[in-house]
């Protein structure tokens, strides 16, 4: 995948989003960047499979109320699988409450996925192993320490990329101008990904941005900026892939759609009609790439079945993982508050102790 | 007390390389109050150096920098102009290393330049120390005198924790000697012996309670000044043997009382101390307003007038009692 250098970089995004197979699952011709390899297309569609087995099941659980609560992210499987896929392994993923798709496909064991919304404790992973930063529910709030993350490893000379998940809603916030600015003046290799998947909980995206489209808020930064296909995982990948190395930052709006509910508390009828739905279900990104596979000999019903049964074994784990009930040590409460216990919460957690004798 | 704040930054910048100073105007200009003067010129614009306007934008990307091994120093302007950056103090940095379970800490020092004093128009002026103590997860410091502004800030720089380092900008100008002394951190400090009073005082108030103490001497009362250094974690043990000796107690600061630190500092003395006290826990604070117009600043902080007045109020179990009209 050829590259321009930095500065010749195209600041403003293409009026269509960038695709390389079409919806019928066909290939565009002439687009601008090569289609992935065959083994990373297969292995793209693996993991997807996976990540949206992996969603229904943990829709199912927070109805068994395992999990206090649950962001599903089906519809959204190109970005999440996509854009980590991409990753290099020194890279550095910044996700939100909605990416558990895409922790499970970074190597974080189901367990540990879902840790924060079952509510055994804020994080059940070691960010350093698998090189993901906590899910951040404070909106944008994440983008920021991808950015300062991203500059650290420049100065130090490391050649490490961030990669940072945010919401198209959490583009209104602040902290998202912030970190596009910064990004754009130190030329901070960071990637900020926008799933635009239509709402903010209930608020849709004609009430959100007034912008020809958010890919251009990079603009105004000098941050370049590209609008991809969100439902199309070779494009995506491609994307992300080629701004992981481009050595500054780069915006990507990915256009996609949720089709569940904001998360399991919620009632998507109130504020969006079926026939909606029903299109973007015929969008859907795993059939697309399914239906481009099998046309090039790539996949076949066995290996259809195979990675089925793969992806239910995944699922038995998760429930597995997921079908004990966590009784966290109540004197974790005190702990990791400071790196050591000071005097005032040595002595709460004493008379807490003593409550629980 | 500024260049005793340069040089402390200045040395840890030499000790480790790790450590990065930068906020808005600290490159080349040293600071609105000069406080990183020279720096940028010494250690070279990598590691010391201008950020955009942005204080979210500050501490956000300091909370990335320390996630990745680096050791930010950052400033904000102005107390009231950190305030953006509040969401990111407070849901970010405080809480990394408890949401993470130990595996990520962040060692960034915030310094904000506080309270008044110094003729300031509105938003130069506030003291908003009792945001950052009621957030669990921050150590919350200010100095009093030059040399534990450079002790503090070495230590602050060393904590493993967050640190918001409030600076007490009516005191910038004031000289004196570097301390030696090694354990500034966590620890307030019995900055004047006494056996009848213990003013609490921290920040830009130290100064007012040890002239509050001359004074007092004048009326026979002898006062003990505790500088408290450390505003979280607390140290009950030198506030409470201090009171313990003197039985009465008077907290001293800047900031609104109402909701404000010296109620905390009240309220402890009160729980640990009460058999010992002879009159209650006084406080004496800025009056309940937004911080005034530079021309009617001297009515709202507190002054030695109005410290030696608590102090007599406090007499009221003894001959002497002094009633307020
Ligand atoms: C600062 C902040 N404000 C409000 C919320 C409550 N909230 C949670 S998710 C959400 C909508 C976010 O929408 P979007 O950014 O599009 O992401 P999506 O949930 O669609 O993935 C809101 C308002 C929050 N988490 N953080």
């Known amino acids: 995948m050829a590259r321009t250098r930095v500065p010749e970089r195209t600041l403003l995004p293409g009026e269509e989003p960038l695709s390389l197979l079409r919806e019928d699952g066909t290939p565009v011709d002439d687009a601008p960047l090569a289609m992935p390899d065959d083994d990373v297309l297969v292995e793209l569609h693996r993991r997807m499979v996976i990540g949206r087995r992996f969603d229904t099941q943990a829709t199912a659980l927070t109805r068994q109320g395992r999990l206090a609560v649950y962001p599903s992210s089906r519809g959204q499987e190109a970005c999440e699988v996509g854009a980590v896929l991409a990753l290099r392994e020194q890279d550095w993923l910044f996700p939100t409450y909605r990416d558990s798709v895409a922790l499970v496909t970074r190597g974080v064991d189901p367990a540990g996925t879902l840790t924060l919304l079952q509510g055994g404790w804020h994080l059940g992973y070691d960010p350093y192993e698998h090189r993901v930063g906590p899910q951040c529910t404070p909106l944008a709030t994440n983008t920021l320490h991808a950015v300062g993350f991203a500059h650290a490893a420049r100065l130090k000379g490391e050649d490490t990329a961030a990669l940072v998940f945010v919401g198209d809603g959490a583009t209104s916030e602040g902290d998202t101008h912030e970190a596009l600015n910064f990004a754009g003046v130190w030329r901070a290799p960071v990637v900020f990904l926008v799933q635009n998947n239509g709402y903010a909980i209930s608020v849709p995206m004609s009430k959100q941005n007034a912008a020809p489209s958010l890919a251009h808020k990079g603009i105004g930064y000098g941050v370049p900026s590209v609008l991809v296909d969100g439902n199309d995982v070779a494009a995506v990948y491609a994307v992300v892939r080629e701004a992981l190395h481009a050595g500054g930052p780069t915006l990507i709006e990915a256009r996609t759609y949720r089709i569940e509910a904001h998360t399991n508390a919620d009632d998507a009828s109130r504020y969006r009609d079926a026939a909606e739905v029903a299109a973007w279900l015929d969008r859907d990104p795993v059939d697309r790439i399914e239906t481009y596979l099998t046309s090039r000999g790539l996949l076949d019903q066995a290996r259809r079945e195979a990675v089925a049964a793969e992806a239910e074994r995944f699922a038995a784990w998760t429930r597995a993982q997921l079908n004990t009930d966590v009784v966290p040590d109540p004197d974790e409460l005190f702990e990791h508050v400071y790196a050591t216990r000071p005097a005032h919460l040595r002595a709460q957690a004493a008379s807490l102790r003593e409550e629980l004798a | ?325």
């Open chain 2, 1 to 325: 007390m500024a260049g005793a704040l340069n040089r402390a930054l200045a040395d840890a910048l030499e000790a480790d390389p790790t450590v990065l100073v930068f906020g808005e105007d600290v490159g080349p200009l040293g600071g609105v109050f000069r406080v990183t003067d020279g720096l940028a010129a010494r250690f070279g614009d990598a590691r010391v150096f201008d950020t955009p306007l942005a204080e979210a934008g500050i501490v956000g990307t300091a909370i990335g920098m320390a996630m990745n091994g680096l050791r930010p120093v950052v400033e904000m302007q102005f107390d009231a102009f950190a305030y953006p950056a509040f969401e990111q103090i407070t849901s970010h940095l405080a809480k990394m290393r408890n949401r993470t379970r130990g595996r990520v800490g962040l060692p960034v020092v915030i310094r904000v330049p506080y309270g008044g004093g110094i003729g300031g128009v509105e938003h130069h002026c506030d003291s908003s120390e009792a945001y950052y103590t009621h957030t669990p997860g921050l150590r919350v410091v200010t100095p009093g005198t030059p040399d534990d502004a450079y002790r503090l800030l070495r230590d602050a720089i060393d904590s493993p924790d967050p640190v918001i380092f409030l600076e007490p900008k009516r005191r910038y100008w004031t000289k004196g000697e570097l301390s030696t002394d090694p354990f500034a951190f966590d620890r307030a400090l019995v900055r004047r012996p006494g056996r009848d009073v213990t003013l609490i005082a921290y920040g830009p108030m130290v100064a007012t309670a040890l002239e509050t103490a001359a004074a007092a001497e004048e009326e026979g009362w002898d006062v003990e000044v505790v500088d408290l250094r450390t505003l979280a974690p607390f140290d009950d043990e030198t506030v409470c043997a201090s009171v313990v000796k003197t039985g009465r107690a008077v907290v001293v600061h800047e900031a609104p009382g109402f909701g404000g630190y010296g109620a905390e500092v009240a309220a402890r003395v009160t729980e640990r101390c009460f058999h010992h006290l002879h009159a209650p826990v006084l406080r004496v604070t800025g009056f309940d307003i937004p911080y005034p117009p530079p021309k009617l600043e001297e009515h709202h902080l507190p002054s030695v007038d109005r410290v030696l007045d608590a102090i007599a109020r406090l007499q009221w179990d003894d001959e002497v009692v002094v009633h307020r009209a």
